[in-house]
């Protein structure tokens, strides 16, 4: 793994145990029964702490408002209704509060058909005065119904009881079972939890909804608390079904006048509670902004019936989850670039967030989300920002290395990834070329520094850019020479097509030039050039001070041999037989001779590279055949009727150096033979 991979992954790896200690201050502030937050004041020390830890809170209880919000609204348990103290029963039955004699009559009117349970959400605190047998009918309406629950009113600090008022005495005394319903606002003003069971003197009281939801069952309130998926504070977290209204509301005037039959609550659970503009209990939910606290308690109970109350899934998900995206975006996401990291996470966060809807709505399990995101946004920010200047260096580094050295296309291939500048040195197929100019030597001593300078700066210009066309790797300059390669920084499956090309194109360049250079008077150049490909070792090589991505080894060696040897037969562009291998079916080629040259014992085939295969017209169509014969006859010791040949190949073309070198060979030969031995190499004896 490169250095710098590490190096995001660390930084990842820390943005996540960031995060992670993050959400353990959450849950130590949010989570911890200990803590009153409604009187909570952090000391100085602690302030930022808390305040970092509230703001994760509220965007954790935003994404689950979210998934409430996608999800929608679901249809409520049938057996769960609410009969509604409106607008339309206190305008019609006068006075509020009303005297308890009106709802003695509501639970007379349901016996008739009487429901499982019957819930008031309303306080009976103090004696009704104006009305004192009202009191007495209530008492004695509750003593008589088993399935009547009335609400007891607490008050709370840090979800303890502080004060208890209790109903008036002879309701008190009367009634069967009473459950408080307080109700648990959450930080930022929305009810989104319920508490089943509240302890005061040692006693334990149950919540009013609980209760109702244990006669509809035939279960005790212990029994139905015990099966239920309680927090650390002992919270039950609430999956309502909807908005406001969700269930149905029947008003209480039209079940007292019995316009809505008391059969339409047999069986069931109802509750009793206000839902008229200005009777104060109203809260926001995930789903509504304005919904009755008794249909709050209709939510409770339809959780329990249908045991779909939501599950967190813990704190230890969180601490995985976070640690995972940690990962994610060190090793992953790190590898692509800015905006590529950027697509794939969108696409991770959409997938988590997919799979967090649907384990809400399909499993009513709840996994956190902001704490597994913001690891996942930061981590990816991290990594991005610390990339952004670590490879803006390395690619003024490139620049500054690779811009007079490769063609822009390749520059910019190397920008995008300099990734590439630090692999180790390695060992492939790669072409190599080397080209210098002819006679140099005697041109130079003939022009004047300056014209010198102007000559060599204009072939060598030309000569580059060919290469660079070409896709070539300038390795250097030497003097007049030029040296360069094919599938060394980047894979390159063509190389030694790629070289051949330049090469031809080399030589065009050349004639082109030269023309130039003689309407300016200076002298005309001729650059031989030698290619050969084979196993090299490539790589980032010098001192401490100055480094070169370069090439080594026998088969660049040869490749300068190759060039040199162009001398000897008066050819211009010779490749060896391992370059001819593989672009035999490419180009159009002419066997020169097997070589041995300095340093290497085994003989080389040597071709001179002539043009795109089929191409060849005019004087070579005809003379090739025929050198391809003498080239033959004399390697059969046939000296005389090569010569012959040699002879018809140059009345075609009327100058070539390769056919008069190798007439000078065979009159050689046929005046003293060669020994018996000779196997037809030419040993090269200059470099």
Not at 207 to 222: D, F, H, M, N, W
Not at 300 to 309: A, G, T
Not at 594 to 609: D, N, S
């Amino acid at each position: 793994m490169r250095k710098n991979n590490w190096i995001s992954l660390a930084l990842a790896l820390i943005v996540a145990a960031l995060v992670g200690l993050l959400e353990q201050r959450r849950a130590a502030y949010f989570n911890n029964p200990q803590i009153d937050l409604d009187r909570f004041a952090p000391s100085k020390s602690h302030r930022l702490d808390y305040f970092l830890a509230r703001r994760m809170q509220r965007a954790e209880w935003a994404t689950l408002d979210a998934r409430f919000q996608i999800r929608g609204s679901r249809n409520p348990h049938p057996d769960v209704a609410i009969i509604a103290i409106d607008d339309r029963s206190l305008e019609e039955l006068h006075q509020w509060p009303w005297p308890r004699r009106i709802h003695a009559r509501l639970i007379d009117t349901l016996a008739k058909a009487p429901p499982r349970a019957l819930m008031f959400d309303v306080f009976f605190i103090d004696p009704f005065t104006s009305d004192p047998k009202g009191d007495t009918l209530l008492a004695q309406a509750t003593e008589k119904h088993p399935w009547v629950v009335h609400s007891l009113y607490f008050s709370l600090a840090n979800e303890r009881i502080t004060e208890f008022s209790p109903p008036f005495r002879a309701l008190l005394t009367s009634m069967h079972q009473g459950g408080f319903v307080n109700a648990v606002i959450d930080d930022d003003g929305v009810l989104r939890n319920a508490i089943p069971v509240l302890h005061y003197q040692d006693q334990s009281f149950d919540l009013l909804s609980v209760i109702g939801a244990g006669l509809y069952l035939g279960k005790t309130p212990e029994a139905l608390v015990r099966q239920l998926p309680l927090d650390d504070r002992g919270h039950l977290l609430m999956n309502f079904e909807g908005r406001e209204r969700t269930f149905p509301y029947y008003s209480y005037v039209d079940v007292l006048t019995g316009k809505v039959p008391a059969s339409t609550f047999a069986g069931k659970a109802v509750l009793v509670g206000a839902e008229a503009t200005g009777t104060y209990d109203h809260y926001p939910t995930p789903l509504s902004k304005n919904m009755p606290g008794v249909e709050f308690h209709a939510n409770v109970i339809d959780n329990i019936l249908r045991h779909n109350s939501l599950r967190p899934a813990g704190m230890r998900w969180t601490y995985f989850l976070i640690g995972f995206f940690g990962l994610i975006c060190g090793v992953f996401l790190a590898r692509f670039s800015a905006w590529a990291s950027a697509i794939w996470l969108v696409a991770i966060a959409v997938i988590y967030s997919g799979v967090a809807q649907w384990l809400f709505a399909s499993r009513d399990v709840v996994i956190d989300m902001a704490g597994p995101l913001l690891t996942l946004g930061a981590g990816y920010v991290g990594v991005v920002l610390f990339r952004f200047f670590t490879e803006e260096r390395e690619k003024r580094l490139v620049k500054s290395l690779f811009s007079q050295q490769v063609s822009g296309e390749l520059l910019e291939v190397l920008i995008r990834d300099p990734g590439v500048l630090k692999r180790p040195g390695e060992r492939r197929e790669m072409t190599a070329f080397f080209s210098d100019v002819a006679g140099f030597t005697s041109i130079s001593e003939r022009l004047e520094p300056e014209e010198l300078v102007t000559l060599l700066n204009q072939y060598l210009t030309a000569m580059t850019d060919v290469i660079f066309e070409f896709g070539g790797y300038l390795d250097k300059y030497m003097g007049d020479g030029i040296m360069a390669f094919w599938n060394g920084l980047l894979r390159q499956s063509d190389h030694a097509e790629r070289a051949c090309r330049c090469a031809l194109k080399s030589k065009q360049k050349l004639l082109e030039l030269n023309q130039d250079l003689e309407k300016k008077g200076l002298v005309a150049l001729n650059a031989r050039i030698g290619v050969n490909t084979g196993i090299m070792a490539a790589g980032y090589m010098g001192s401490s001070q100055k480094k070169q991505y370069t090439i080594m080894g026998d088969n660049v060696n040869l490749a300068s041999r190759l060039e040199g040897a162009n001398k000897a037969f008066g050819s211009s562009i010779m490749i060896s037989e391992f370059t001819y291998e593989v672009v035999q079916d490419i180009f159009e080629v002419r066997f020169l001779d097997k070589i041995r040259v300095p340093g290497k014992a085994k003989p080389v085939k040597t071709y001179e590279l002539l043009g795109q295969k089929g191409q060849e017209n005019g004087p070579w169509a005809k003379s090739l055949p025929l050198y391809h014969e003498a080239i033959q006859l004399f390697a059969d010791r046939q000296f005389a009727q090569a010569r012959a040949k040699f002879l018809e190949v140059l009345q075609i073309l009327g100058h070539d150096k390769p056919c008069e070198t190798y007439i000078q060979r065979a009159e050689t030969f046929l005046a003293e033979p060669p020994v018996k031995e000779w196997d037809g190499v030419f040993e090269l004896k200059t470099k």
